[in-house]
């Protein structure tokens, strides 16, 4: 099965739910970018409250382009900043030293392209989900995009946070937020909840 999807930045655990069965990911890199969705940014919680995470980019939020054109900043030191927020919200986590060792390394790169760094990003987190197929990106423009960031109505999955008894459950976190909850169980949390909300 292929899917035609668009790349995020850690993106959404409804984004896995929709796409982890998939055999073949094709990122679509000619998509329009489009401010206000997981392209650039990926959702956390912290102690105080929730947290986005912003990778900032050369023209702005407001640019007219295809998403493989969009230019990452290092103006600023972002990437140190993202995973120090990453580290504070989740160094209690039951699985965070399970993956911060490879993870933290990805914070040091300098990608020139944020479509780039998206695929690193879900290049690592499919990696630790034991994914086994392959990916690719469109080559041309106009091919359909089967997923895009739209969170589901009702979240068909559950499981315990660090902060919930502060915030409650909130669903539609990033994918960190599942695995350094849940670890090598994330996957299996993911193929229930596919199933829930009518997959295959």
Known sequence: MVLTTE?????????YVASIEFSYW???QYQRWEKGRHLNRCYLLGPNNPLVLSVPLEAG???????????ISYRE???VRHWRSIHDAYRRSPWFEYYAHGLEPLFKERPEYLD??????????LKQLKWTGEWGQTETPGERVEYKSAPM???????PQVFEDRHGFVANLCILDLLFCEGPGAKGILEAARRE????
């Open 7 to 15: 790349s995020q930045y850690f993106g959404s655990i409804d984004y």
């Open 153 to 159: 109505t009702e979240a068909p999955y559950r499981y």
């Open 197 to 200: 909300n009518g997959g295959a």
């Open 26 to 28: 094709n990122f679509e």
């Open 61 to 71: 939020r407001g640019q007219k382009t295809h998403l493989k054109d969009v230019r």
């Open 116 to 125: 780039e760094w998206n695929r690193m990003t879900q290049q690592w987190v």
């Open 77 to 79: 030191q972002w990437g």
